[in-house]
């Protein structure tokens, strides 16, 4: 494709599109893009790129006429734009058929795919071997801190990208994740998720089956296979792998693991563990991150990069200094004490592995969980019960309302005070407050030194993020004056 032509992105702000318009842009292309609403850390790193983003969706934003539109899977008929495209045939195409035409032909391709981990895993591979020197382009959903940027073009013949089973566009319902045809893959969870376009479980394995199945015999597939203890992973994993035609190794902590993980040691800096490869030592691994599913990350990330002959001491090393990815038990403030830490985390089994890491690391701390059900799934009452018990892991439980709540229809919506109910039963202190601002107005004078408060979002919750902190430090300012005061009365 011509370099000169100019490409605009209606839905920009989605972590993948965001990526994708980087990639334009440094192949030359000129580029724009529109949104509802713009919010970090997508948005600032848009305007870092000095790409112009149009808010909110609007006809004439598609003028003067561009060349290409990206309509993104969040977008659907009635908006604006893509009523106009439509209207004057503007040429259009899916996120992920852009990206494997201009960017993964000619490549090696290794997707990380599961309901869990994907992000994390693809930043953690991506940074192994970037620091074996293999160039790699890659292309993740968020922001990886090693980086500091979701998307890299490298020089070398890998393309590592998260592969998101999520559906590609209002006119293909089929999940991203076929079109990027892997050389290799990891598969992480297989659980249900994205109740708005998923049926069942069965559905949603069935997504996962077609992408083992595109796998070459040449190539590898990498899969969780349970925890200490377990005989094997879920009936939903291996019906998956039973469509492998490639060789498949599993990592965990199972017995029969070929990457078994033993001698976990979650400290209050670190996180060690050993790895035996097929029975026997491999390497002794750490890294500053909190989360025995961090393990199970990394250890899958190690496992894929020996594959394609990085050494073990390579992979130690660059597990080592390996930071995070943006939103992902981010600690974004500290104030009196009170630590304020930032989590994507929007499904029940990912919130327990949240609040898990979390009570490893801050030890004897109070945890507060707040919760906005802002995800397709997290906004339905499909997975009510396990949201209840991962929630009620925490001490205090907040839940926000169920985020554009008339978009579920009454009968699946998620019951907020059966919720609440059910995390009390489960011995957690839960209430429903209406939005960021009484949240904020009401638990902020609650908290005290030595509090963990893990805010729980796959968006934007209201600006939340910086309200609770400047209001803890409203309320930390006020305290003083008050203090010097009755210290100068008494004088």
């Not at 899969?223 to 490639?246: Q, R, Y």
């Not at 209050?268 to 002794?284: F, I, K, Q, Y």
């Not at 989360?291 to 020996?306: H, K, S």
Request: aromatic share 8%; charged share 25%; proline share 5%.
């Amino acid at each position: 494709m011509d370099p000169k032509k100019h490409i605009h992105l209606i839905g920009i702000c989605g972590t993948a599109m965001a990526s994708l318009a980087g990639m334009l842009k440094q192949r030359g292309f000129r580029v724009s893009g529109s949104d509802a609403a713009a919010y970090p850390p997508m948005s600032d790193f848009l305007a870092q790129l000095g790409i112009p983003v149009a808010q909110p969706f609007d006809a004439r934003n598609l003028e003067p006429r561009p060349d290409l539109v990206v309509v993104g899977n969040a977008i659907s008929r009635g908006n604006a734009e893509l009523e106009q495209l439509l209207d004057q045939r503007i040429p259009f195409c899916s996120l992920p058929q852009l990206l494997h035409e201009e960017f993964l032909r000619g490549k090696e391709v290794l997707v990380v795919a599961g309901t869990h981990g994907k992000t994390t895993t693809t930043s953690m591979l991506a940074w192994i071997f970037h620091t074996a020197g293999m160039q790699p382009s890659f292309l993740i959903g968020g922001i990886a801190e090693n980086f500091g940027s979701s998307f890299h073009l490298g020089q070398g013949k890998h393309f590592i990208l998260e592969g998101d089973e999520y559906d590609t566009a209002f006119f293909d319902k089929g999940p991203k994740f076929l079109h990027y045809f892997p050389d290799a893959a990891i598969l992480t969870f297989v659980e249900f998720d994205h109740a708005d376009i998923y049926k069942d479980l069965d559905a949603v394995e069935t997504a996962f089956k077609r992408l083992v199945n595109l796998i070459p015999r040449r190539g590898r597939l990498i899969a969780f296979d349970g925890m200490a203890g377990e005989t094997g992973e879920s009936p939903s994993l291996e019906s998956c792998l039973s469509k492998a035609f490639c060789p498949v190794e599993r990592y965990g902590a199972a017995a029969r693991s070929e990457w078994r993980i033993a001698n976990l040691k979650l400290e209050a800096a670190r996180t060690s563990w050993s790895v035996l490869h097929e029975g026997r030592a491999w390497a002794d691994l750490e890294f500053p991150l909190p989360g025995e599913y961090n393990v199970w990350n990394a250890t899958a990330a190690a496992a894929l990069a020996a594959a394609y002959g990085i050494s073990k001491e390579e992979i130690a090393a660059a597990l080592k200094t390996f930071k995070s990815v943006k939103r992902r038990l981010e600690v974004t403030a500290q104030v009196n004490g009170i630590t304020i830490i930032d989590d994507f985390a929007h499904h029940p089994t990912a919130i327990a592995g949240t609040l898990k890491a979390l009570r490893a690391r801050y030890a004897g701390a109070r945890l507060w969980a707040i919760l906005e059900p802002r995800s397709n799934t997290l906004r339905r009452r499909v997975l009510q019960g396990e949201l209840a018990r991962s929630l009620a892991l925490a001490d205090e439980v907040i839940v926000a309302a169920v985020f554009r709540s008339d978009a579920v229809p009454v009968h699946e919506r998620l019951e907020l005070p059966e919720l609440a109910a059910d995390i009390q039963r489960h011995g957690s202190h839960a209430r429903l407050l209406a939005d960021a601002e009484e949240i904020v107005r009401i638990v902020a004078p609650e908290m005290r030194g030595g509090d963990v408060v893990a805010i729980l979002s796959n968006g934007g919750f209201g600006g939340i993020y910086e309200k609770l902190p400047a209001r803890l430090r409203a309320l930390a300012g006020e305290a003083a004056s008050v203090n010097s005061a009755n210290a100068a009365g008494k004088r």
